[in-house]
C-alpha cells in the first residue's frame, strides 16, 4: 500500500480512483466495511482504492480540550488499513485553514482535482467542510457536476448499536476489552518499548517486560490475559499476563504497563513490542504481601492459559 501526504495543491494521478473518507480512528468493522465497499468499486472499475484520512484528528485543531483520545496511531493505522487490501491511504493535514474550507470547496479541491475521484464511498452519517455543513446528500448533488459518483454505506450494528470509535473507547475506559475486539474485530493492541523497570518481578520469580507505551489509550488498570509480539516478528507471539496499574502493594507510584510472558526467559530491553489484549483477568488490587501477590499470579497465569488456548482457534 502506498502511503502519501495531501497538502496544498498537490495532485495526483491514479487510475480511476475510489475512494473513502474518514478519521478511520481504531479501523473498526464499520471503518472496513467503507474499505471493502471502496475496494469493490476500484476493483469494478479497474481503478485505484484509496482512503483518504487526516491527520492530526480534525478535533485536535477544533476544540483541542474536548478532544478524545486517538486509539491507534497514525503508523498503526496505516498498516491495518494495508491488512484490508487499500491501494492507497492518503493523508490529509488538516490545520485551521483546512478547517475552514467550506464543504463545496473541500469536494471541488481535495476529492475531485487533488485526488481525481471517480468514485466516493462514505457513511451515511458523514459529515465535511467547515462547521461539518456538509452530508452525503450535498456530496452527492457536488458529484454529479465534479465527475463522481457517491455511494452509501449504513453503519454497521453490534448488540443492536452502531459501531463507533467513541463505543469502543468507552468499552476498554471500563476494561471490557472482549467486546472492544467485537466492535473492532480484532483484539485492540498497544505499542511500546522495553525500558527497565525496578527488577521487582524478577526477584519474586515472575519476570517482567516493562512498556513505555506509544498509544493514548489504554484499558481500564487491572490484569489481562494477552498476545505479545515483538514488532519485528509479528508472526511470532507468546502467550503474556498484563499489568496495568501502580502495583499497590509495593506503595503504588506511577502507573505502568507490565507482561509476564509465560514459559519463557527472553531479553527485551530495547525491543519494541505490541501486546493484543484477549480478556480481562481481574481488578488490580493490593495484597499483603509479596507472597500473596506471587500466589495471585500464578492463578492468573492458569486462567490466562485457559482463556488464550481457547480463543487460539479463532482471530484474537
Not at 494477552?226 to 503504588?252: E, I, S
Amino acid at each position: 500500500m502506498q502511503v502519501v501526504r495531501l497538502e496544498w495543491g498537490t495532485r495526483f494521478q491514479w487510475p480511476a480512483p475510489a475512494l473513502t473518507v474518514g478519521n478511520f480512528d481504531g479501523v473498526h468493522r464499520g471503518h472496513q466495511e467503507l474499505v471493502a465497499a471502496a475496494i469493490a468499486r476500484a476493483r469494478g472499475m479497474r481503478g485505484t482504492a484509496v482512503a483518504l484520512t487526516f491527520d492530526p484528528h480534525p478535533a485536535r485543531v477544533i476544540d483541542p480540550d474536548r478532544a478524545a483520545s486517538a486509539l491507534m496511531t497514525l503508523a498503526q493505522k496505516a498498516e491495518v488499513m494495508a491488512g484490508l487490501g487499500l491501494d492507497v491511504l492518503a493523508i490529509v493535514t488538516f490545520d485551521a485553514a483546512r478547517a475552514a474550507q467550506p464543504a463545496e470547496e473541500f469536494a471541488r479541491a481535495v476529492l475531485a482535482q487533488a485526488l481525481g475521484a471517480r468514485a466516493v464511498v462514505v457513511g451515511t452519517a458523514f459529515r465535511f467542510g467547515h462547521g461539518r455543513t456538509g452530508d452525503a446528500a450535498l456530496l452527492a448533488r457536488l458529484g454529479e457536476t465534479l465527475g463522481f459518483e457517491v455511494t452509501t454505506v449504513p453503519p454497521v450494528e453490534h448488540d443492536g448499536a452502531p459501531i463507533s470509535s467513541t463505543r469502543i473507547r468507552r468499552e476498554l475506559e471500563a476494561g471490557r476489552v472482549e467486546l472492544a475486539r467485537a466492535l473492532l474485530g480484532r483484539p485492540f493492541f498497544v505499542d511500546g518499548r522495553v525500558v527497565r523497570g525496578e527488577g521487582r518481578g524478577r526477584t519474586l520469580g515472575i519476570p517482567t517486560a516493562n512498556l513505555e507505551v506509544i498509544n493514548e489509550t489504554l484499558p481500564a488498570r487491572g490484569v489481562y490475559a494477552a498476545w505479545c509480539h515483538t514488532l519485528d516478528a509479528l508472526d511470532t507471539r507468546w502467550p503474556a499476563v498484563v499489568n496495568l496499574g501502580r502495583r499497590p502493594t509495593f506503595g503504588g507510584g506511577n502507573a505502568t504497563v507490565e507482561a509476564h510472558i509465560l514459559d519463557q526467559d527472553l531479553d527485551l530491553y530495547g525491543r519494541r513490542l505490541r501486546l493484543e489484549f484477549a480478556a480481562r483477568l481481574r481488578d488490580e488490587q493490593p495484597f499483603p504481601g509479596p507472597e500473596a501477590l506471587v500466589e495471585q499470579i500464578r492463578h492468573d497465569v492458569e486462567r490466562a492459559r485457559v482463556l488464550l488456548d481457547e480463543g487460539r482457534g479463532r482471530t484474537l
